[in-house]
């Protein structure tokens, strides 16, 4: 409701960052998705009268678009003296954050599958067509003008319940770790690497972060026993993120028809060789992590050597620029035990435990 008139524009926070550094009126086209009237065909504001007005967005409200490894305009001498960044200096548009870490990633081809590993989880591959999203995906503009990210449903607080369950095993790791001179993450690893596969029957649903359209949602771990120690929690939880990437994942792959050979690995989790060894064993197929870890910031590179012309092209920065690292091979033993576990018990399992926390959220919220 356009109930302020002091408001002169509407847009994101990357047009705003950009009118603040460069005075233009402009954002980047590839950061609009869900609650803008943009045509996905044109990569430009709709032009369709019915459009808009679901929106509720005047266009002459809208910044100007730009495209990904374009320029959106120049350091002002007012931003150069805030920030200290040389007045003049070109700023380039990128994309949205999952569209970066794709490009960073080396745009992986229509063989693979991008996993990546940060605070929320997903699963991404890479198209030239604007296909609607199926409610197994999103439908989101690419880092690179005229292609298209596919984006499937993710797991919120991803990494953070590693470092959270890490955190709650207290310090003794910590100590150890240090002794012999290594990360506790390397620590843990070593030692839950002697676990077997399916973590003795203890599972974890990492549901962490209840999404405000279903409140009841929590985490859980069940299937303890005598046997079961912290390292186990800390495997399973590892093991539950990769299963749950796994459905998610095979879900808009089966939409899309798409048959990957191979799974590549982004963000601070892929360090982790057991985290790497537990997808190739989940999804059957080689993983390989990307050299750099942080692929956001590659791609955000990318798109500035394409828009400075230091590359002709998205092709060739990225040649120039992607590394990929070590491979993991599937363990066949291990990929047997988790699709068993998978279709006969995992992807069942908040079937039942659903039920149960919306009494528990019911109980506990009753007025």
């Not at 690893?189 to 929590?218: H, S, W």
């Not at 879900?251 to 590549?264: E, G, I, S, Y």
């Not at 064993?281 to 590659?298: C, K, M, N, W, Y």
């Amino acid at each position: 409701e356009h109930d302020v008139p002091d408001v002169r524009y509407v847009t994101t926070t990357s047009g705003y960052i950009t009118h603040r550094l460069t005075g233009e009126f402009k954002d980047t086209a590839a950061n609009h998705e869900g609650m803008w009237p943009i045509d996905f065909d044109t990569w430009d504001w709709s032009t369709d009268p019915a459009v808009l007005e679901k929106y509720n967005v005047p266009r002459h409200m809208l910044l100007d678009l730009v495209k990904p490894g374009e320029i959106l305009g120049r350091i002002t001498a007012e931003a150069s003296a805030a920030t200290g960044i040389p007045e003049g200096i070109p700023v380039v548009a990128t994309a949205n954050d999952k569209a970066v870490e794709m490009l960073g990633a080396g745009r992986p081809g229509e063989d693979s599958i991008l996993i990546s590993l940060g605070t929320y989880i997903a699963s991404m591959v890479q198209g030239t067509t604007a296909k609607p999203g199926s409610g197994s995906y999103w439908l989101n503009m690419a880092s690179e003008p005229w292609r298209y990210l596919y984006e499937s449903d993710g797991i919120r607080r991803g990494m953070w319940s590693v470092s959270w369950i890490r955190n709650l095993l207290g310090s003794d790791p910590v100590r150890e770790a240090e002794k012999l001179g290594i990360s506790t993450e390397d620590y843990l690893n070593g030692l839950a690497e002697k676990i077997p596969a399916g973590c003795d029957g203890l599972m974890t649903v990492p549901e962490f972060l209840a999404p405000v359209t279903q409140p009841y949602k929590r985490g859980v771990m069940l299937g303890f026993d005598g046997r079961h120690t912290g390292i186990h929690m800390y495997r399973s939880v590892q093991e539950a993120i990769a299963m749950t990437m796994y459905n998610k994942a095979k879900a808009m792959l089966d939409d899309l028809d798409r048959k990957p050979t191979r799974v590549v690995v982004s963000g601070g989790g892929s360090k982790g060789n057991l985290f790497m060894q537990i997808i190739a064993d989940v999804f059957g197929i080689p993983a390989q992590r990307t050299e750099s870890a942080s692929v956001v910031g590659l791609g955000a590179a990318i798109c500035t050597c394409v828009g400075l012309g230091v590359y002709a092209s998205f092709d060739e920065a990225i040649e120039k620029m992607v590394r990929y690292a070590d491979i993991f091979q599937p363990i066949p033993e291990n990929h047997a035990v988790y699709q068993k576990l998978n279709e006969n018990v995992y992807k069942h399992i908040t079937g039942y435990t659903d039920e149960i926390l919306k009494k528990s959220y019911a109980t506990l919220h009753e007025s």
